[in-house]
Every structure is written in C-alpha cells, then in structure tokens.
C-alpha cells in the first residue's frame, strides 16, 4: 500500500469516526454542550473528507477548491473545542451570544481570506504542486493572515 493510499484510508476513518461521534451525541445526548460537541465533530469530519477530495482529485481546480473550501470546517473546530469545554467545565455563565460572535470573528475573516485569496495573497502568498509518481499535491506559502489565525486557534485551544 502507498503512502496516499494509507493517508487516504486514514483521513475516512477519520472522517467516518467524527460524523458517527456528531450523530451519536445529538441522538442520545440532545443538549446545548452536546450541540458544540457535535459541531466539533462535524467540523473534523467534513474537514477531512475535503482534504480526501484534495488528495485523490486529478485536475488541480478541483484540489484548490477542497482545499480552500476545508478552511471553512478548520476554523470551526478551535472555536467548537473552546465552546465544548466550557460546557464541559460548567463555564458557561461567560458564554454569551455576544461572546460567540466575538469569538467567530477571525474564523469568519479566514474564510473570507482564504476566499478572496487571489486578490491579496493574505492567506497564502504563494501555491506551488508537488508531483511525485502517486501523489499531486498544492503546497501553500503560507501569508501574514494564516500565521494571525493559527496562533488564535492555538491560543483557543490552549484555553
């Protein structure tokens, strides 16, 4: 077995796992902490099947529209994990709905960037191909607003 071949098998059971977890928890354990659980979930899931569709798709329109697309499930899941352990630790006093739109702020923008990315190179400001015998594959230079959102979703994590 090839090493894309693994990385796919892998990514679907990561996927398939996630979307049973989301659909486990809303069916047996239908509450508000459960809800952020399940859109954690969900956002893994759909993050990884897009990254499937990114790995095995043959024409380069297709893998840099999953792999653009995928951003839009990435920048869910550390603002997901946040809400879930808050939940989780009973914290959610703080937890406002002003709160949640302040927090969905920069995943908003990412995805905007990461849509937009062509006008201003903010996301990645270059896209080179890897081409070996089995695998074609985008490599991003990753730009300015990438770094910006992935030390907020780091810090979102850490919290």
């Given at each position: 077995?090839?090493?894309?071949?693994?990385?796919?098998?892998?990514?679907?059971?990561?996927?398939?796992?996630?979307?049973?977890?989301?659909?486990?928890?809303?069916?047996?354990?239908?509450?508000?902490?459960?809800?952020?659980?399940?859109?954690?979930?969900?956002?893994?899931?759909?993050?990884?099947?897009?990254?499937?569709?990114?790995?095995?798709?043959?024409?380069m329109a297709t893998k840099l529209f999953c792999g653009h697309?995928?951003?839009?499930?990435?920048?869910?899941?550390?603002?997901?994990?946040?809400?879930?352990?808050?939940?989780?630790?009973?914290?959610?006093?703080?937890?406002?709905?002003?709160?949640?739109?302040?927090?969905?702020?920069?995943?908003?923008?990412?995805?905007?960037?990461?849509?937009?990315?062509?006008?201003?190179?903010?996301?990645?400001?270059?896209?080179?191909?890897?081409?070996?015998?089995?695998?074609?594959?985008?490599?991003?230079?990753?730009?300015?607003?990438?770094?910006?959102?992935?030390v907020y979703s780091y810090a979102l994590l850490l919290l």
């Amino acid at each position: 077995m090839h090493f894309h071949q693994l990385y796919t098998v892998l990514l679907f059971s990561a996927a398939f796992i996630s979307a049973a977890l989301a659909l486990t928890v809303l069916r047996y354990r239908p509450t508000l902490g459960s809800h952020s659980f399940a859109v954690l979930m969900g956002a893994v899931s759909l993050w990884s099947f897009l990254t499937i569709f990114e790995v095995i798709s043959h024409d380069m329109a297709t893998k840099l529209f999953c792999g653009h697309l995928k951003y839009a499930f990435i920048v869910m899941v550390p603002v997901s994990w946040f809400v879930f352990s808050l939940y989780y630790s009973n914290r959610t006093k703080q937890l406002r709905p002003r709160q949640l739109v302040l927090l969905s702020l920069v995943p908003l923008t990412t995805v905007v960037m990461t849509a937009t990315n062509d006008l201003h190179h903010l996301m990645f400001s270059t896209i080179d191909w890897y081409r070996s015998e089995f695998l074609f594959v985008p490599l991003r230079e990753f730009g300015p607003w990438f770094w910006i959102h992935t030390v907020y979703s780091y810090a979102l994590l850490l919290l």
